[in-house]
């Protein structure tokens, strides 16, 4: 793991606190500055975050090893941004309650998301940057949509597969779908209750996550 790892790795827990103390000065302090700061914390700060680390080490669609201790390997530190969220589902629960302010803080991430797209409140997303998804798609009831997979070969090598996940405008995808890296659904498509999608037709099959 390079400094770089190590440093990010550190992201989770320094927002954790930041958040805690956010709360401590609302409580101590009832007012609409204290408010609006724990808000920026919670929704804006990551985002703000990713994307400058987006600037300086973008991640790059396709293979790439985790297992090299002198190689950063830019997915990480993007995850790590991420990673309250996935923690935290809730947070990102809320959001999706109002119409329209799931897919503009998604955008913020760096996703492409059309117009009046229906978010279901638990639908999961783990690489929020690596979407694109057309006007008026419905997604489903604990659809869930993982842009990475991580699998060890038969050699040792711990590999990272990245690839952008794409949805055509007016898919309706049913509960319980799940995407992998690389998936795509037409335009128009209809997709079952519990569908799976991955690129080349399955997952791969020394799956780690």
Known sequence: MTWRSRIFSLFPT????????CLVWLLLAPGMLPLLCLLAHLYLLPMLCYRLHQYCWPVREGVSRLDLPDTY?????????????????QLE?????????????????GARIGRQVYWTPLVEITDRAM?????????????GFYAHVVSRKNNG????YVRRIRLGSGALIGAGSRFGPGARVAAGAQ???????????????????
Not at 76 to 88: E, N, S, V
Not at 191 to 209: C, F, H, I, K
Request: aromatic content about 12%.
């Open 157 to 160: 090598e711990l590999r990272l």
């Open 131 to 143: 979407l694109d998804i057309g006007d008026y798609a419905v997604i489903g009831h604990k659809a």
């Open 14 to 21: 320094v927002f954790l606190l930041l958040a805690l103390a």
């Open 93 to 109: 629960a809320c959001l999706r309650l109002v119409p329209g302010l799931y897919s503009l803080w998604l955008r913020g991430w």
């Open 73 to 89: 390997v830019p997915w990480w530190g993007g995850h790590m941004c991420q990673l309250p969220y996935d923690a935290l589902p």
């Open 191 to 209: 997709l079952n209750a519990l569908t799976d999608r991955w690129a080349g037709g399955r997952p791969p099959q020394q799956d780690a996550e």
